[in-house]
Each structure stands twice: as C-alpha cells, then as structure tokens.
C-alpha cells in the first residue's frame, strides 16, 4: 500500500522507518504537549462550566446599552 505525500509515492516501509528514527526526546516532547494539551482541555471544560453556571444565575439577562446618535 502506497501513500501519495507532496506528489511522492510513499510505502508502508517508509513510515515504520520514519518512526523508528524517532529519537527518545522527541517522544518526550510529543508525550509532554499531549499531557499539556489534556490540562489545558480540562482548563476550558473548567471554564466553560463555569461560564454556563454564571449566566444561568444571572437570569440569562443581556443588558445592552443603548446606542446614541
């Protein structure tokens, strides 16, 4: 099976070859991000929630103010 990147056919060998190319650190940095990417994930589901809670105890109301011509 072939895959078709920037006009370049590319066999299932070259991805098994690319992936054992990857160093140690690289891993750790991938593994870092994905950790970083969960907190921040939680971090908005936090706010969010939060967002939700407060319009829903201030009644929902939208205060505008008037335009002045």
Partial sequence: MACE???HALSAD???IA???IDASLMSE????AEENRRL?????????????LKEAL?????????TS
């Fill in 41 to 53: 994930k939680r971090m908005y589901a936090e706010m969010s929630m939060q967002n939700d809670l």
């Fill in 30 to 33: 991938v593994k870092d991000m």
């Fill in 59 to 67: 009644g929902k109301k939208r205060y505008e103010v008037p335009l």
């Fill in 5 to 7: 990147v920037w006009g």
């Fill in 14 to 16: 070259y991805f098994v």
């Fill in 19 to 21: 992936c054992r190319v």
